[in-house]
């Protein structure tokens, strides 16, 4: 078993960054951030395995996801936030290789951090 403990979350208006961090109890493989917002469905923002990163289109050159195994803590930085990034925001982890976009893919899920965009 993983814990996940997230934190970061917080209100900040357009054009403003926020940093996220997710503390686990023991190293995995991949770790990743989702989001959900109210009415839709959970979705990928951006995954790391050792050195490989991944991102949804969305965030790309907006957000930065990094990790440091000594501490077996994701972070994932959001520069210039928009409103349409409003929404909870989760993170997970998995030991084994899959499509890092995928929710079923994770059997390790935080219990989620809020982050509000708005002016």
């Known amino acids: 078993q993983v814990q996940l403990v997230e934190s970061g979350g917080g209100s900040v208006q357009p054009g403003g960054s926020l940093k996220l961090s997710c503390a686990a109890s023991?190293?995995?493989?991949?770790m990743a951030w989702f989001r959900q917002a109210p009415g839709k469905e959970r979705e990928g923002v951006a995954a790391?395995?050792?050195?490989?990163?991944y991102y949804a289109d969305s965030v790309k050159g907006r957000f930065t996801i990094s990790r440091d195994n000594g501490k077996n803590t994701v972070y994932l930085r959001m520069n210039s936030l928009k409103p349409e990034d409003t929404a909870t925001y989760y993170c997970?982890?998995?030991?084994?290789?899959?499509?890092?976009?995928?929710?079923?893919?994770?059997?390790?899920w935080g219990q989620g951090t809020q982050v509000t965009v708005s002016s």
């Open positions: 997970a982890a998995v030991d084994y290789a899959g499509s890092w976009a995928v929710v079923g893919n994770y059997n390790y």
């Open positions: 790391i395995v050792t050195s490989d990163r």
């Open positions: 023991r190293y995995t493989y991949k």
